[in-house]
């Protein structure tokens, strides 16, 4: 099947995960369109991340289905290395850069663009390197380029390059781990500025964000995960800032109510 022909990136049916006798995920029914920013929210412990954890090869499912641009995954290849061979990217808080390695090298660590020597085409990784800078992340007259070392960079330039790195590498799914955590202001709008770039390239991404605020700015649906299931699939229209933050909160009085009772 050709990319022009699927519905969605990735669709999950009656996803379960447990741990022992915990259960992780119930009945995960979620499905992420092309070019659509979804933003996943829910309280610490709501299974955030072990959703993204098997939507990206790391944990197995205890059982149901997942597909991927429409075509169902055997879970017995699935992995790592096969959902980053599909094109699944994953930008973490604290993406691994190379502090004093400047950032052409950053951009290509591990997938180096070599000559029919063998050898690795230095001139060719700067000249890439400075087009995603000024081209897809708009770093133009800042001073920044591909010579730069991370160590220059502030945080939410940091996260920039390597949002830019994953849409490079052709990445159709960008998943957003909480990029604006523990960034200043001014940081946090340039990290905004980058994953509308996402969309802007016609790239779908998972934003999962605990700030109400930029997550409410930016994606196009809110799906709310409670104790390892879904229990919303909002669109910010319907529900502003100030509601959704009500909402959260009658589900966490709901929680505590159920464990005191």
């Known amino acids: 099947m050709s990319d022009r022909a699927y519905e969605h990136i990735v669709r999950a049916e009656k996803l379960c995960v447990s741990f022992g006798k915990v259960r992780a995920l119930t009945d995960i029914d979620l499905a992420i369109g092309r070019n659509e920013i979804v933003g996943l929210i829910g309280d610490n412990g709501a299974g955030k991340s072990t959703l993204i954890k098997t939507l990206t090869g790391v944990i197995p499912p205890s059982s149901g289905r997942l597909f991927i641009r429409d075509q169902a995954v055997d879970w017995n290849n ?77 945080g939410g330039e940091r996260q920039g390059i390597a949002i830019g790195r994953a849409m490079h590498f052709d990445a159709d799914l960008i998943i957003l781990d909480e990029p604006t955590t523990a960034l200043a202001i001014k940081e946090v ?26 997550v409410h700015a930016l994606a196009d649906r809110l799906v709310v995960l409670d104790r390892g299931r879904i229990v919303a699939n909002i669109r910010p229209a319907e529900m502003d800032l100030e509601e959704l933050t009500r909402f959260l909160i009658g589900l966490q009085q709901t929680k505590h109510a159920g464990v005191a009772a």
């Open 78 to 154: 699935f992995s790592v290395r096969r959902a980053h061979d599909l094109r699944f990217e994953t930008v973490y808080q604290e993406k691994s850069l190379g502090e004093k390695q400047p950032l052409w090298r950053n951009f290509f660590v591990g997938r180096q663009i070599v000559n029919r020597f063998g050898f690795i085409n230095v001139r060719e990784e700067r000249r890439i390197a400075n087009e995603i800078l000024q081209r897809q992340l708009g770093f133009r007259g800042v001073g920044i380029d591909a010579e730069s070392t991370v160590s220059k960079l502030s």
């Open 189 to 214: 709008q340039k990290v905004l500025d980058f994953v509308r770039r996402i969309k802007e390239s016609g790239r779908a991404a998972i934003y999962i964000e605990h700030n109400l605020a930029h």
